[in-house]
């Protein structure tokens, strides 16, 4: 995917922890819906002015440079909010343990726990050999403090798969 919601760099990309690289991503991609939807309604508006006979009047370039200033409008927005959600994001709590950020599922501890369950379920559900996944599952350390409660309620759910 490439990157231009933002100017950013490769190697500043590549110190994005996982969950600043999901925002930018979910920027990236409502940046090419905004583009897609802009030149859908420019195609129809097209069609629109020719089937009324005006096809040479200025009304396609007049819609075309005001649906652009929306959109520029529109990415400014999601820009901004962006690199806010970025500066902000600091994904692990203050005892910070190296082993979060190798967990294979995004560690976000400001996620609701069902939102973080749901994640970590959704990771080992993955893996289709269901006696490696409960190996794994029960020696995630991370998971453990990750999902607190919830922990062995995903154990629970994961150990049905396996019989």
Do not use: W
């Amino acid at each position: 995917m490439v990157f231009d919601v933002i100017d950013i760099s490769e190697e500043e990309i590549s110190k994005l922890s996982a969950v600043q690289m999901q925002l930018l991503r979910t920027a990236q991609k409502s940046k090419n819906n905004l583009k897609y939807k802009l030149e859908q309604e420019l195609i129809l508006f097209k069609q629109l002015i020719c089937t009324d006979g005006l096809k040479d009047s200025s009304l396609l370039e007049h819609k075309r440079a005001q649906l652009e200033k929306e959109l520029n409008y529109e990415l400014e927005i999601i820009a901004e909010q962006l690199l806010y959600s970025i500066s902000i994001s600091n994904p692990l709590p203050p005892d910070k343990d190296d082993g979060d950020e190798n967990a294979g599922y995004i560690v976000d501890y400001t996620l609701p726990y069902i939102d973080r369950y749901n994640i970590v379920r959704d990771y080992y559900l993955a893996i289709s050999d269901p006696s490696e996944r409960m190996a794994l599952y029960t020696a995630d350390e991370t998971a453990k403090r990750y999902l607190g409660s919830y922990y062995d309620s995903l154990y629970d759910v994961l150990y049905s798969y396996s019989i």
